[in-house]
Each structure stands twice: as C-alpha cells, then as structure tokens.
C-alpha cells in the first residue's frame, strides 16, 4: 500500500460494540504495528471475532474508531479488504460447488491475475488439498484450507487469522503457521486470534489478552513472559515440615503445590531467589529445576485460574 | 453525497466485480430454474389443450355458471367467469389466474433467502470480506434473481406456446401470449423484493418469507372476495394482486403495471439500505421470543 506507510497497520480506539444488552466490546484500544506478527488471546466470547469483524466493516462500533492500513473501513472498506486476507473463525462455504470454483470465485473479486492462481494452486499442493473435491465432501480441517488458501493467495499486506488451525492436524498446524513466519518474513502484517496459547508464543511479536471485552494485557510475548515470576520444583531427599514452613515464611515465594510424600515442592517465585536458596541450603535437596512460566500460565493469570490452583493446592495441604 | 455518487456510478472494475458477483450468483440459481420454470412449462402444455373439451361443451357447462352465487364465483373470475369459453379467458381463467400466487411463493422464498440465506449460513462474511462493496452483492444478487425469473418466466412461455399450439382451436401469436407474463414478473418481483426488504429488517429470513407468503395468499383471496363483497373493494387497493393483469391477453394496461413497478423499486431501495445499515449477521441469531413458546 502506498499511502501513509508510516501509520501502524491497525489502530484501535476506545472501541466498542454491543449485541443487544450484551457488551463485546468495552471500550478497546489497540495498535498493531506493520510488519508484526501480532496475537490477540481470549477465550472464546471476549470478543476477538468482534474485534475482527470491525475492522473488515462487516459490523458497526456502536463507538470508538478504527485504522487499518491507514483507512477507515467504515468510510472505505472495499479499499480495507483489498490489501486484507481474512480468515473466518467458522469458516462456511457453499456446498456444492468445488474447492476450484470457490477459490476462483474469490480470485475474481479480488482482481488477481496469473500470480494469484499460480500461488493458490502452490498452497492447495503444500496444504495437500485437492483443489477438484466438492466442498460438501470436505472434512473440516479440508474445508479451513480453502479459507486458509484464500486468506494467503494474494499475499496481503494485513492478514486476519481468526483461529487459523482449528480443526487441522499437527503437521498442517505447523504448515500454517509457516505460512504466518513466511508472511511476516515478506513484510506482511498478521494479526492472529487464537485460544491455543502455544502456537501464538511459537509466532507471535506481540501479544494482547482480551477478557470480557476488555484488554487486560499489552506486550511483547518475550517481555511478558520474562516479567513473570520464575516457576521452581524442588526435590528433598526426605520430608520436612518445618521446611515448608520455613519457605511459606518468605516473602514473594508462593507454594504452588507438595507432592503426596511431602518430598516434593512446585514454586512460584516472585522475590529475592537468593533468600530461598539460603533457606534451601538448610536441607538435604536432591534436584532444582527452574524455568519462566509459558504463555499459556500468563493467559490462565488474567482468568483467575491460578490463584483458584493455589486456593485448592492450600486447601489440599491442610 | 460521496457514498451516493460511490453507489451509481461504478467504475470498470466496480462493474466487473457486480458481474462477478451476479455471474455467480445466476449460476448457484441453475437448480431453482429447472425445478420453478419446467413445472410452469408443464403446466401451460397440459392445462391449455383442455380448451378445445371446454368449447366442445359450451352449451351444457354455461347454464352450470351462470347458476353459481356471486361468491363461488367469485373464485372462478367473477363477472368475469363467462369468458372461459373464450381462448382468451379460458387462458386467463385456467393457467393465470394462479400463477401469481404459485411465483408469489418463489418470489417470497427467493427473495428473502437472496441475502439473509446466505448471512445465516454464515457464508456471506466470507464472502464480503472481500474487496466487494454492499452495493454490489446487492445488485449482483438482485439481478441474478431477475435473470433467473425471467428464465422461469421464458419456461413458462415457451409450455404456454406450446400448449396452445396443441389446442386445435387456438391461434395467438407468441408476443400476444407473453404480455400477461409482464404482469407475472411485476407481482414476483413485487413479492421478491417485499420479502428481501422484510429480510433486512426482521430478525430472520424464515420469518421474511413467512410474512410474504402471507400477503401472497392474503392478497388472492382479498382480491378475489372482493369481486363478490363490496366492503372488501377498499381493502383490495392495497392488495399487490389487484394490480395483477390475468387478462392481459386482452389488453395489456401499463397504469396498473408501473404502480407496481414503482412501489418495487421504493422497496429496493429500502432494502438497500437496510442492508447498508445492518451488521453482517453469522448464524442465525436474532429472533422473537412469543411469550407462550419457551425455550
């Protein structure tokens, strides 16, 4: 695209949407960035596919604006859709044509030329699909292929990816999000909705966690996750009570859960490490193992889960 | 203004996009053509050779008609009755008579289905998530619609020639044959559009046709009735099918034909915008709760 380059590639503001008395959307500001690869995490119902779905003007904000590449899609969204590829998060096809006709179909409004067939058929081959079938005798994970295909044939300049891989098997997941590496490799913009927490660490730059219509959570997947506290499992050669008391005691150290025998203890450490290594050193220790949390521990934080894991594990302990 | 000028005036590519669109639209109608347009050839090459049996029989069956009261006849034309032994009559009394309240209901199904069949299956996100703009699934799809009535229309004309080619006592001219058509398609389109201007504004496509399909049948009977019932004549104006022209045959009447036309085109445009203004539904959601029905 050539006008304002220097315009991130979709820009949120204060946006909301409402269905009925149910709000989607509370009042959301985002900025996804050119060139980025961008995942937007969120159970399902918290309005990720609204999010979507206005910036392709396929629905109204009852308030708040939104930039993609630089245009409104409300005053212009033919000119949006152009240098967008979207992927539905239920994708539904008309039945009784072939895979062929629909993704022809689509070639055609989009005005692409011989590139864009070539690059169809190169996809339909890497995805392994068969381009002839009717679309009523796709299986699910066939038929998101089509989308799939259609999102990437002519090589957007923003693709929309709302639940990429749902219904495909591992080694198309990690075909597709290839495909996402490829994109960005090429200066593409992807903005990726997802539930499945581990493909958005393997490809995303920046992350946002969307809860209730609300965005709780801005950053880099990198600084997200280093900014938590370190998880640590810690194996004793005998069972100690005095022990766990002695580390509940300290501050910033949370006992996540103690194994049956007592031996064994999971940690979440929030604090000075040295203070717990000094406690630690009191003891027979048979191994430590340490790690930072992974994406999905983050996401579950903003839902409560973990402090619900804790309350039972203290529970369990008494 | 400027999204006004956007919606009539389309450059080459907005126009390759709504043939695109229509194109495809027309084609996914193939079926509904073959299974509207041979059931109305049929019908005009079975019914139309019975005239030569009802001419033969003039003598016994007019007594019989002239007896009926105001309002069994009513059903059979009315004052109008008395021409089935005429080619003429017979043609408009016996075949088309009905066939608006038949492409009433396809005007009715077809039109309400044109966008929100397609939104409730979901489909239609898909579809306009594309470089296609509202105006021009709109009017793609409303053309197709005409295209493939005027291919059921032509089916229907060409069993209706037939027909009367096979009736030994019968001599018209394919042109002549096809003016009460023009009153066919005007009441279809009519109902098509009513029902596509219900479908942007009820919450389901369902309830659309079901709407329309009601003021097709209510509208028959009104019309008829209120040949034998003189308090219906004040209701009747409002009924689509007193502008309906069965004997066109004998004089086509362009009055009637473009009242009809224009109150389409108000609803076209309702339409369009309606379906500018909405959210792209992805399901079929929305709906009426009755208070009596639960769950």
Redesign the interface.
Known sequence: MNDKESDPAIHVNNLSKSYGSFLALKGIDLIVNRGEVFGFLGPNGAGKTTAIRCMLDLIRPDAGTVSVLGKDPQSDPVAVREYCGYLPGELRLDENISVNSVLEFLRELRGGGENCHIRAKELADRLDLNVKSKIKNLSKGNKQKVGIIAAFMHCPDLLLLDEPTSGLDPLIQQTVLEMVKESRRSGATVFFSSHVLAEVQAVADRVAIIREGQIVEVGETSSLLSGRAWKMKVMFAENTVMRTEEIEALSGILLDEVSSDGRELKLIVDGEMDELIKVLAGYHVESIETGRPDLEEVFLSYYGKVRERDHLGKKGNE | MEKFVKEIIWGK?EM??FY??TR?SFR?SVWAIIGWGIPLMLLGIITIPFYDLVAENERQLRPVLENLKPLVKSFIGGDEAEQIFTPEGFISLRYFAFLPVILGIYGSVSGSGLLAADEE???L??????????GQLFWGRVISFTASLSCIIGLGWLGLWIGVAKAGSMNFPPFQLLLPYLSVFAVTWFFACFSLALSMCVPSRSSAAMISGILVLAGYIITTLSKAIKGLENWAVFSPLTYYQSNAMMGFEIVPFIKLFLVTLVLLFLARTGFG?R??R?AGDGGWKLPFIRG
């Open positions: 590519k390759n996009k695109i669109i495809y996914r299956r979901g489909i996100d898909f579809v306009l998530a594309h470089p296609v703009s509202r203004l959210d792209i992805v």
